[in-house]
């Protein structure tokens, strides 16, 4: 059937189609803006908010730095994928497509965070709430995703000291964190180690 609609075309003179290939952009000088996902959006709540206001105070001074999140990944990204990523799995249309796991959702029903580095102490605080996608048992976050902004979390401190990834992950899971409150997950960097408070 799709043949003979291709067929019809044709005969009507419509272009043949072309094969999938580089696709060319209208406006060459037109600038790709991204967006930062480590803002405040309307789906934060009061006391993320509150949280993220405080944290901004901090760096008024220097000592603390807020990190923009983007869902494409950022440059250090692309150093450790010439580093360490085989070239035969490097895809260059592949990993122009890929995004930040934690960024993929659409705001409110992910991971909601913003990260705070502070330089001098090595130390790494995110403030994260859960989106409605990220629910195990009814009412609370799944533990997949705290350990996932864990991993982020500590794996970000370590990257801001040097390139490095994650080889072993232990939780032990002292509480529940229900989808209404929000985590400030507190990492901190130690050569050869990375603990997690």
């Not at 923009?68 to 150093?79: A, L, V």
């Amino acid at each position: 059937m799709l043949r003979s609609c291709a067929a019809r075309l044709r005969t009507l003179g419509a272009p043949p189609a072309r094969r999938p290939g580089l696709v060319w952009r209208l406006f060459s000088s037109e600038k790709v803006i991204h967006k930062d996902y480590g803002l405040p959006n309307p789906s934060w709540s009061k006391d993320l908010r509150l949280l993220f206001d405080q944290f901004m105070k901090k760096c008024e001074d220097g000592s603390w730095k807020r990190l923009p999140s983007y869902r494409q990944n950022p440059q250090i990204f692309k150093d450790f994928q010439t580093r360490f990523v085989d070239p035969r799995f490097a895809k260059e249309e592949q990993m122009s497509k890929a995004q930040q796991f934690t960024r993929s959702f659409e705001e409110g029903l992910g991971f909601e965070y913003v990260m705070f580095y502070n330089k001098a102490e090595k130390r790494m605080v995110c403030l994260f709430q859960s989106g409605l996608h990220l629910q195990g048992v009814p009412g609370y976050v799944h533990g997949g995703a705290i350990a996932t902004i864990i991993d982020v979390t500590t794996g970000t401190c370590a990257i801001a000291e040097g390139i490095a990834m994650t080889a072993n992950l232990n939780i032990d899971y002292k509480k529940e964190a229900t989808c209404d409150h929000q985590v400030e997950c507190d990492g901190s960097w130690h050569p050869g180690t990375m603990q997690e408070q």
